[in-house]
């Protein structure tokens, strides 16, 4: 195996040894063995108690104290801030992309990383990002359902689980871990603002509370609840379009943070109803209502043939899309232990995301006069329903010095997706601008089961040696059977280094969403370099017209991971890690690009789809690699009986190459068409359109109740593809600082601070992707484009 070469500022962060996510420790005197300084964890093993520094795959541990010290306004762009592999952009104009925000884990697809809650798998949303953004074709978990004052700790696991975890798990496993017991909490409020740069505002007001209580002597329950209020940030340039616009030279477009408003919950239970039988049960809720506009309707581009569109709108109107999200989930269960040893957890968990969509300010040109300017435009529900038995015990065997941890389990999962059509007028003709509705073609519910088994072994097999191995079969009734392998490995060198190794294949189930997701958009192609509006209809894989158009039955992606690095903990307190990896994918499902032409239009004419300029599908077209190196690590220093200081840094190097590209099916021929199912965009999104490097160092001091934070990252460059090489534009290297002062006074902690703290954009689009100079910012950029964000923050503990 072959891997690329890190950049050199990677060779030079290793040799510093500097610093990395390992933020569990604390930044007292350091015991002599590593064992001893680092969390246990739960994720990516099954034994009681394995560490950070003695797991044998590469994995992060973010405390409460670490997303507190981001001043992020939502976890996403905290996880962004401490986590170098993690990539969060924000874009905008992008439909329910706006609403519901994909983030991704070393550069591959945001449904390719797998979300636990306490364990348990968390649902995906139920809106497919069908625009030009980062996760294009995906529906991955949203991540800012999650109320930040609820977690106890994070876990993530760098590395493929699928054997482990099922479906999803080929970058990597978020495990969120929820706050528990009877006693603790709190009470915060913050104030954010964004810079006053080009009319941006993205004013932030944030207010939570949390608290643990007794259920008599068996049992607690943890609540948990937040509230959001952000005001939405414009960057968009004045409109020159049309000279003779009424107007002409006025800012039209809303470009930047949507309005904002969200609720979160939490809870988290347990009771002991005997000795041997616990009951424990959490739930997650969260409510989100996003207004974000689309592109603005110039007079001058409807005025000659939509008379009643002008009476309505004299200057033009620019469409407001208004998402209603409801995001829940709910997991009880039984686990204790049995006489002959055996410890057991039985589950069940049920979940689903609600995405309603309204439009205001908007027309239906093909109902003239007796258009609304207002429309339903439909529901998406998405539900997943799992069942689970899980066993396991350490068996003593005569030749192991050590227990063989021994666990399996049965895994029984439903899944189903429902399109609900929007009104008559949001569907009628052409349909409603902006969002044309779900039509009655559209609507319905989908849904197929899966059945798992798994088995899990692990050892220390000395001092110095551990190993596992995993492996896992699914059947699913929508595609059939797949089995998924793991062996792990740690050899302990001495107390200060060791090496550590993983194997594996793994694989991702088609979604639902990518199955069924049927729906009509007007979308802003790049054609020759120029953004024009195309009317565009995403069909199922088993749809007549998607089938001509070369659509097939979709696939599970199909993935083999192989990682190796090296483990440093020195007496000193330092812990480093250097790891790296690669990851292959066959058979990747992509959104193919977006069809249009004559050829097209005319081809879904002949069948009965008229008033569509183009259309697309989910096809497994792609093969890729991956491959990169992480590295991480914590270094603490005393300074004295009451002042510390702890560096913590990362960096991520990673390179996605295309291996191969299936070739159009016949079908394209049949249909007199020559267009790449694959385009050249389309390959821009897999392989250029986030940074390769990110590299952060961050330093914690600390004298008697006053803590000083700051954290300098630089994110380094990408490439967005346009339709042909001369709209191609890369996007410069950037360094963001981000600063913060606290002061401990009784049991309150106050805090004042500032995310890019410089006033950092990213480079400006270029003519070919400015719109005119509309959208001045790239859609892409890996820290958004409002500037800087100034906050404060009040919090009361007990």
Same mark, same amino acid.
């Given at each position: 195996?072959?891997?690329?070469?890190?950049?050199?500022?990677?060779?030079?962060?290793?040799?510093?040894?500097?610093?990395?996510?390992?933020?569990?420790?604390?930044?007292?005197?350091?015991?002599?063995?590593?064992?001893?300084?680092?969390?246990?964890?739960?994720?990516?093993?099954?034994?009681?108690?394995?560490?950070?520094?003695?797991?044998?795959?590469?994995?992060?541990?973010?405390?409460?104290?670490?997303?507190?010290?981001?001043?992020?306004?939502?976890?996403?762009?905290?996880?962004?801030?401490?986590?170098?592999?993690?990539?969060?952009?924000?874009?905008?104009?992008?439909?329910?992309?706006?609403?519901?925000?994909?983030?991704?884990?070393?550069?591959?697809?945001?449904?390719?990383?797998?979300?636990? =809650? *306490?364990?348990?798998?968390?649902?995906?949303?139920?809106?497919?990002? #069908?625009? /030009? @953004? $980062? &996760?294009?074709? +995906?529906?991955?978990?949203?991540?800012?359902?999650?109320?930040?004052?609820?977690?106890?700790?994070?876990?993530?696991?760098?590395?493929?689980?699928?054997?482990?975890?099922?479906?999803?798990?080929?970058?990597?496993? =978020? *495990?969120?871990?929820?706050?528990?017991?009877?006693?603790?909490?709190? #009470?915060? /409020? @913050? $104030? &954010?603002?964004? +810079?006053?740069?080009?009319?941006?505002?993205?004013?932030?007001?944030?207010?939570?509370?949390?608290?643990?209580?007794?259920?008599?002597?068996?049992?607690?329950?943890?609540?948990?609840?937040?509230?959001?209020?952000?005001?939405?940030?414009?960057?968009?340039?004045?409109?020159?379009?049309?000279?003779?616009?009424? @107007?002409? &030279?006025?800012?039209?477009?809303?470009?930047?943070?949507?309005?904002?408003?969200?609720?979160?919950?939490?809870?988290?239970?347990?009771?002991?109803?005997?000795?041997?039988?616990?009951?424990?049960?959490?739930?997650?809720?969260?409510?989100?209502?996003?207004?974000?506009?689309?592109?603005?309707?110039?007079?001058?581009?409807?005025?000659?043939?939509?008379?009643?569109?002008?009476?309505?709108?004299?200057?033009?109107?620019?469409?407001?899309?208004?998402?209603?999200?409801?995001?829940?989930?709910?997991?009880?269960?039984?686990?204790?232990?049995?006489?002959?040893?055996?410890?057991?957890?039985?589950?069940?968990?049920?979940?689903?995301?609600?995405?309603?969509?309204?439009?205001?300010?908007?027309?239906?040109?093909?109902?003239?006069?007796?258009?609304?300017?207002?429309?339903?435009?439909?529901?998406?529900?998405?539900?997943?329903?799992?069942?689970?038995?899980?066993?396991?015990?350490?068996?003593?065997?005569?030749?192991?010095?050590?227990?063989?941890?021994?666990?399996?389990?049965?895994?029984?999962?439903?899944?189903?997706?429902?399109?609900?059509?929007?009104?008559?007028?949001?569907?009628?003709?052409?349909?409603?601008?902006?969002?044309?509705?779900?039509?009655?073609?559209?609507?319905?519910?989908?849904?197929?089961?899966?059945?798992?088994?798994?088995?899990?072994?692990?050892?220390?097999?000395?001092?110095?040696?551990?190993?596992?191995?995993?492996?896992?079969?699914?059947?699913?009734?929508?595609?059939?059977?797949?089995?998924?392998?793991?062996?792990?490995?740690?050899?302990?060198?001495?107390?200060?280094?060791?090496?550590?190794?993983?194997?594996?294949?793994?694989?991702?189930?088609?979604?639902?969403?990518?199955?069924?997701?049927?729906?009509?958009?007007?979308?802003?192609?790049?054609?020759?370099?120029?953004?024009?509006?195309?009317?565009?209809?995403?069909?199922?894989?088993?749809?007549?017209?998607?089938?001509?158009?070369?659509?097939?039955?979709?696939?599970?992606?199909?993935?083999?991971?192989?990682?190796?690095?090296?483990?440093?903990?020195?007496?000193?307190?330092?812990?480093?890690?250097?790891?790296?990896?690669?990851?292959?994918?066959?058979?990747?499902?992509?959104?193919?690009?977006?069809?249009?032409?004559?050829?097209?239009?005319?081809?879904?004419?002949?069948?009965?789809?008229?008033?569509?300029?183009?259309?697309?599908?989910?096809?497994?077209?792609?093969?890729?690699?991956?491959?990169?190196?992480?590295?991480?690590?914590?270094?603490?220093?005393?300074?004295?009986?009451?002042?510390?200081?702890?560096?913590?840094?990362?960096?991520?190097?990673?390179?996605?190459?295309?291996?191969?590209?299936?070739?159009?099916?016949?079908?394209?021929?049949?249909?007199?068409?020559?267009?790449?199912?694959?385009?050249?965009?389309?390959?821009?999104?897999?392989?250029?359109?986030?940074?390769?490097?990110?590299?952060?160092?961050?330093?914690?001091?600390?004298?008697?109740?006053?803590?000083?934070?700051?954290?300098?990252?630089?994110?380094?460059?990408?490439?967005?593809?346009?339709?042909?090489?001369?709209?191609?534009?890369?996007?410069?290297?950037?360094?963001?600082?981000?600063?913060?002062?606290?002061?401990?006074?009784?049991?309150?902690?106050?805090?004042?601070?500032?995310?890019?703290?410089?006033?950092?954009?990213?480079?400006?689009?270029?003519?070919?992707?400015?719109?005119?100079?509309?959208?001045?910012?790239?859609?892409?950029?890996?820290?958004?484009?409002?500037?800087?964000?100034?906050?404060?923050?009040?919090?009361?503990?007990?």
């Amino acid at each position: 195996m072959r891997f690329a070469p890190a950049p050199r500022h990677a060779v030079l962060f290793a040799a510093l040894a500097a610093a990395g996510v390992t933020h569990a420790q604390d930044a007292k005197q350091q015991p002599t063995k590593a064992k001893e300084l680092q969390t246990v964890v739960v994720t990516g093993t099954r034994m009681a108690d394995r560490t950070v520094a003695y797991s044998m795959a590469p994995i992060d541990v973010l405390t409460p104290k670490d997303l507190e010290q981001t001043g992020a306004p939502s976890l996403a762009q905290a996880l962004r801030t401490l986590l170098p592999s993690f990539n969060f952009p924000q874009p905008s104009v992008t439909d329910g992309t706006d609403a519901i925000q994909p983030a991704q884990l070393r550069g591959l697809s945001p449904d390719e990383t797998l979300v636990l =809650i *306490n364990g348990k798998r968390q649902h995906t949303t139920a809106i497919v990002n #069908v625009n /030009g @953004t $980062l &996760g294009r074709g +995906s529906s991955p978990v949203d991540l800012n359902a999650i109320p930040m004052n609820a977690i106890a700790r994070i876990e993530v696991l760098r590395d493929g689980a699928a054997a482990q975890y099922g479906s999803d798990a080929i970058a990597g496993v =978020i *495990n969120i871990i929820l706050k528990g017991g009877n006693h603790g909490g709190s #009470v915060s /409020g @913050t $104030l &954010g603002q964004y +810079s006053k740069h080009d009319n941006a505002d993205g004013r932030t007001a944030q207010g939570g509370a949390d608290g643990g209580f007794a259920l008599g002597q068996k049992g607690w329950i943890y609540l948990s609840a937040d509230y959001t209020h952000q005001d939405p940030t414009n960057l968009a340039g004045p409109d020159l379009r049309y000279p003779t616009n009424p @107007t002409y &030279g006025q800012v039209t477009f809303h470009y930047g943070i949507p309005l904002l408003k969200q609720k979160n919950a939490a809870i988290n239970m347990q009771y002991d109803l005997t000795p041997q039988v616990q009951f424990y049960a959490f739930s997650v809720f969260n409510k989100r209502n996003v207004s974000a506009g689309g592109f603005f309707r110039s007079l001058s581009a409807y005025s000659a043939s939509n008379p009643a569109a002008v009476a309505v709108y004299p200057a033009g109107y620019l469409p407001i899309e208004n998402s209603s999200i409801l995001d829940t989930s709910l997991v009880a269960g039984l686990r204790g232990t049995v006489l002959d040893g055996w410890h057991y957890d039985l589950s069940y968990n049920t979940g689903g995301n609600h995405w309603k969509l309204d439009t205001s300010n908007t027309f239906n040109y093909s109902l003239g006069a007796a258009s609304p300017t207002g429309f339903y435009i439909g529901t998406l529900l998405n539900r997943e329903d799992v069942l689970n038995a899980d066993f396991n015990k350490g068996v003593d065997l005569s030749w192991l010095k050590n227990p063989l941890t021994v666990a399996w389990g049965l895994e029984h999962r439903k899944d189903s997706f429902t399109i609900k059509q929007g009104d008559a007028a949001s569907y009628a003709g052409a349909g409603a601008q902006v969002f044309p509705g779900y039509q009655p073609l559209d609507a319905g519910t989908h849904s197929r089961h899966d059945n798992a088994a798994y088995l899990d072994l692990e050892t220390d097999f000395n001092d110095q040696l551990s190993g596992g191995f995993a492996v896992r079969h699914e059947n699913y009734s929508d595609f059939g059977s797949t089995t998924s392998w793991k062996f792990s490995g740690r050899y302990g060198f001495n107390d200060t280094v060791a090496l550590r190794a993983t194997a594996s294949t793994g694989f991702r189930a088609p979604s639902l969403q990518q199955e069924w997701y049927s729906s009509t958009a007007i979308n802003f192609v790049n054609v020759g370099n120029t953004l024009v509006p195309f009317t565009i209809r995403t069909f199922p894989v088993n749809n007549p017209a998607a089938v001509a158009l070369g659509a097939q039955p979709l696939q599970p992606e199909k993935s083999h991971n192989y990682s190796i690095g090296l483990v440093f903990t020195p007496q000193s307190g330092l812990y480093a890690t250097v790891d790296l990896y690669q990851i292959s994918i066959d058979n990747r499902i992509i959104l193919s690009g977006n069809l249009v032409g004559t050829a097209v239009q005319n081809y879904l004419t002949s069948v009965g789809i008229p008033f569509v300029s183009g259309g697309r599908f989910f096809t497994n077209a792609v093969s890729t690699r991956t491959r990169g190196v992480d590295v991480v690590g914590t270094y603490p220093v005393q300074l004295g009986d009451s002042s510390t200081l702890k560096f913590t840094g990362g960096l991520n190097y990673n390179k996605t190459t295309i291996l191969s590209i299936a070739p159009n099916p016949p079908q394209l021929g049949l249909a007199g068409l020559t267009l790449p199912v694959i385009d050249r965009t389309n390959q821009g999104y897999i392989t250029n359109s986030t940074p390769k490097d990110k590299v952060f160092l961050a330093a914690d001091w600390s004298l008697g109740s006053w803590r000083v934070h700051g954290q300098a990252t630089r994110y380094g460059t990408w490439t967005i593809y346009g339709s042909t090489p001369s709209g191609d534009q890369t996007y410069g290297a950037k360094v963001l600082l981000d600063a913060s002062v606290s002061y401990l006074w009784n049991n309150w902690d106050f805090t004042v601070g500032a995310n890019n703290l410089t006033n950092q954009y990213p480079d400006q689009n270029n003519a070919a992707n400015n719109f005119g100079g509309i959208l001045a910012y790239p859609n892409s950029s890996p820290f958004g484009f409002s500037g800087a964000y100034y906050y404060g923050t009040a919090t009361f503990r007990w």
